[in-house]
């Protein structure tokens, strides 16, 4: 009989892939061998080189240098996100530690999970950009640090924005910065880098939240492109000009624009309609006719010349790194992570169900083949303010829970991106607030569906859809068979307090302020309602997780376990949120199907 490991891809990769300036290399981070490692392929085709051989340490962000010859990345140790630079020869070698401070974080771009293409390096190549809370844990600054001398130039943020170094013009004067306030309001600034006392130049000034996600300079260095809510509810891709500080759109749909890239005369961006990426790409002033890409999602564009490469994930297909030759629209796969499980995977569904308010909710259906009736997983996305969207989802957790019998249904409740900024706003300061009326109707959908089983109804999620699968077992009793919580918080009041240092000044916007909302955050938090749970409940948790630390779930195990309740818990000692080992992420996530199968399915 098969095993979820048969359906775990062969390797999964981060969220960043770089293409060398002369288009002939791409490089990525992957955990073929148990960890992420940085590789780099050819773009012809051919055996990745291995350039790093951590055993306990995860490559996160990746960038090449101006002349090719070498590739700055971040790693960090054990899932603790004390993310440090290295600069490799792209050839090998041993790394070049840039940073060496263990308890603190630095990070390339304009986040830690930046789509765009990062470009970190003055032109020269003589220095790199990146932030860091070196100098105060609560504070995230942007540093600026000759390679030739060490010596850093620092430019210091305030408290409530946390600063994100973006990239330098390609005539080396102007360093674009990123500051976040929230999630949801952000304004980009420029450091003029020939002044050595230059303060901050805000560029996007603004009254209430707005999005400004900076994308590649122009050629000339005239200016900038940025992806922007100013307009309505959805990300728009346009140009800022520093001459006339005016933003000039240039592609405007009805679906958020998700990413962009630039080379020379060429530029491609993606559109995300309704979860799925469609992929654009206009050439002096005219678009391309593109082949037709499998509908899924396409992440971290990266263009040089001719060759555009991206990673490309569906809800039957694991992410792969992918080249796509403008020249002759030929797409060539560069890596190879399909597992070799002899079954026909099931695509997903879009589909919409009443919720209490009035609003629909959007979800993915993924109904077993066969008759039968069927027990039905709700697999609730992390965030909350993300996404579920048709990736080849939790190292094949869907698929093999499909091949066994079991359905999933993912929902898109309130909170979640894509749908448009009110859609996503209102989950802020309301957690554990309206969004359960979405997951209960959700079982109601599911009710009316005449091959579904209403008696085997789980639920699962990590991180926020931990908190949500520990909500719906605690305050909804009486719907669940089973539930997973993967690193979810089930103590507001405690999460808020604990979370890294440079998240805190978002707390009170985000969730509720901890030093004067306490009772609120109680009110809104499963362990306040842990002696409600009967369903048969398992935990688990990295004991490095620097968000949701292990004293979330510690202390809804100890409640439950006090009260008799059946509850399992699995400690991954060398993890932190999630999973970098291809190992541990394996056996959870097999342990995981296993549980949720003996009691829905089978």
Sequence with gaps: MAELEDFAPKQ????????????RFAAYAANADGQHNLYVAPVSGGEPRKLTNYRHNAVRQIAWSPDGKSVLYTADFQGNEQFQLYLVDAHGGEPRPLTDTSDRQHVLGSSLFDLNALTPFTPDGGSVVYAGNDRDAALQDVLVQDLATGAVRRIETT????????????????????GYHSNSDNDLALVDLHDPDAPLWIVTAHEGKRLHLPG??????????????????FLALGVYSLATGVITDLVTPAWDVEQVAASGDTTAWTVNEDGVSRLFVRRDDALLVLPELPAGVIGSLSISGDVLAFLLTTGTRPTEVVALDLGTRALTYLTTSSPAVAVTFVEPEVVRYPTHDGREVPAWLYRPHGEGVRGVVISIHGGPEAQERPFYNYAGLYQYLLSQGVAVLAPNVRGSTGYGKTYQSLILRDFGGAELGDFEHAVKYLRTLDWVDPERIGVWGASYGGFATLSCLSRLPDLWAAGVSMVGP?????????????????????????????????????????????????????????????????????????????????????????????????????????????????
């Excluded at 408290?159 to 990123?178: C, I, K, Y």
């Excluded at 122009?218 to 307009?231: E, I, K, M, N, Q």
């Excluded at 440079?502 to 985000?510: G, I, L, Q, V």
């Design 12 to 23: 999964r990769f981060r969220s960043t892939i770089a293409l060398s300036p002369d288009g």
């Design 490 to 602: 089930s103590n507001l009041l405690t999460m808020a307090r604990s979370v890294p240092e440079t998240w805190r000044a978002e707390m009170a916007d985000w969730v509720g302020d901890p030093d004067t909302e306490a009772d609120f955050l109680l009110e809104r938090s499963p362990i306040t309602y842990s002696d409600a749970i009967t369903a048969p409940l398992f935990v688990i948790q990295g004991a490095n997780d620097p968000r949701v630390v292990k004293a979330e779930s510690d202390q809804i195990v100890e409640a439950l376990r006090k009260r008799g309740v059946d509850v399992r818990y699995d400690v991954y000692e060398d993890e932190g949120h999630g999973f970098t080992n291809r190992v541990n992420e394996v056996k959870a996530i097999g342990d995981t199907a296993e549980f949720l199968l003996s009691h829905l399915g089978r």
């Design 216 to 233: 590649p300079w122009t050629a000339d260095s005239g200016g900038f492109h940025v992806l922007h809510d100013t307009g309505g509810e």
């Design 159 to 178: 408290t409530g924005t946390m600063l994100h170094a973006v990239s330098v013009s390609p005539d080396g004067r102007w360093l674009l910065t990123s």
